[in-house]
């Protein structure tokens, strides 16, 4: 059985591109330890466990993590680097321009991340009308989702159709809604453009007193709280009010560096939703000059200002920001980004798999964990450009993706918009 590729998945995910009618019907439920076909995979090689873990031998048997080799012979043999599946924290898997998609487009977007080898999602918000993405959570082909609930804003000062709009006052009640709706997080929009400003420019929606009260509700609850933010203020609020993380962050300066790496706080940088910055700036068509301006100073500075997170000792997580604008599967893109401003891809690499996973609660690679593991030909310590082509995708001991199953898409040439 050796190099046969055996896969539920085939059987089950028709090619993507092509019609899914099944899915415009609720989705069936599917018994997960029925559908594992118990096959044992050896994945030998430098096995990455953590910065300061590595193994040479682990095995999947019937989807699990085993250390020890097991008493039935290896159906087939994976060499290479292995790492724990890969994680996006900021991805919105459901979520289209107008909304929540259907579930067919929900799932081709889920199948798009997980064939780069992201395995774990933390999904940064998304409406839970007129579909809602929990029966992704049954399908054993699906990338795991973490979710944020539906983001948090104001009426008129979010795009439309993506948040969950509450009035001024209301929102300690609507996170603890959310923070009960979700997976243990809660995502909020924390700025953006005020156009009743006499000089429309970034702004705060919320006051110190209800984000404050919002946190420690979210708190009480066993949850966490993550804010969407660019501009300073924005920034500096967070920090103030005790959010537990920061999402782009592209307004941080040198002393909100220092304090949210003394807090603790891990930043998001969203580096290809930076490079889209100037392009946003351009929207405003000069009717808002002091918001350009501010935009296009952001979009300018993104580099510097990612290296100086780093520099600071703020953790880096990586998101990508997927949604309607940036195409599911971008993962590699924002790495190769993080990397252009001059993150070692030591750090790139513990911030995609590892690290992320211990920041999320979700088990990485030991003993009886879920065989979630992505293998690559080199060591992306070295450069991250190998994160582009896995060689094999592994969802719950199923080779899912990657070159040696003809599944995987070469990233090509990355180039910024
Ligand atoms: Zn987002």
Redesign the pocket.
């Known amino acids: 059985m050796i190099d046969q590729v055996t896969n539920l998945t085939d059987q089950e995910t028709p090619p993507l591109g092509q019609p899914t009618p099944l899915l415009d019907q609720p989705a069936p439920l599917l018994d997960r330890s029925a559908c594992l076909t118990g096959q044992v995979i050896h994945l030998s090689g430098r096995v990455i466990v953590d910065a300061t873990t590595e193994l040479t031998d682990i095995w999947s048997v019937g989807g699990r993590l085993v250390f020890e080799r097991p008493a039935r012979p290896a159906d087939r043999r994976i060499d290479g680097v292995v790492l724990p599946g890969l994680v996006d924290v900021?991805c919105?898997i459901g979520l289209g321009e107008k909304g929540a998609v259907t579930p067919a487009e929900a799932r081709a977007q889920s199948l798009a991340d997980r064939d780069s080898g992201v395995l774990l999602v933390r999904d940064?918000?998304c409406p839970r009308q007129p579909y809602d993405t929990r029966w992704l959570d049954d399908q054993i082909w699906a990338p795991r989702l973490v979710r944020c609930g539906q983001?948090l804003a104001i009426t008129k000062r979010y795009l439309r159709h993506l948040p969950r709009n509450v009035e001024p006052g209301q929102l300690p009640q609507a996170a603890q809604v959310e923070a009960l709706a979700g997976d243990g997080w809660v995502k909020l929009v924390g700025d953006w453009i005020d156009r009743s400003m006499p000089r429309p420019d970034l702004a705060l929606l919320w006051s110190d007193d209800e984000l404050s009260q919002a946190v420690q509700r979210v708190h009480a609850l066993g949850a966490r709280l993550t804010t969407?933010v660019f501009s300073a203020a924005g920034a500096a609020q967070a920090l103030r009010c005790g959010v537990d993380c920061i999402?782009h962050g592209t307004g941080m300066d040198a002393a909100m560096m220092a304090q949210a790496s003394r807090l603790g706080v891990p930043v998001v940088p969203?580096m290809i939703?930076r490079g889209n910055f100037a392009q946003i700036a351009a929207s405003g068509q000069g009717k808002y000059p002091v918001w350009e301006a501010h935009l296009r100073r952001l979009y300018d500075e993104r580099y510097a200002q990612v290296r100086a997170l780093y520099d600071s000792g703020i953790q880096l997580l990586v998101?990508t920001?997927e949604?309607a604008a940036i195409a599911h599967g971008s993962f590699y893109r924002e790495v190769d980004l993080m990397a252009r401003a001059g993150i070692p891809a030591e750090v790139i690499t513990a911030a995609a798999s590892y690290a992320a996973r211990r920041y999320l609660g979700v088990p990485g690679i030991e003993p009886d964990a879920s065989a979630d593991l992505v293998v690559y030909p080199a060591d992306p310590r070295q450069s991250v450009a190998v994160l582009g082509c896995p060689k094999a995708v592994v969802l719950r001991g199923e080779v899912v993706a990657g070159t040696i199953t003809g599944r995987s898409r070469p990233p090509g040439k990355v180039t910024e918009r």
């Open positions: 900021h919105h940064a918000g983001h969407h999402e969203t939703q998101g920001d949604s």
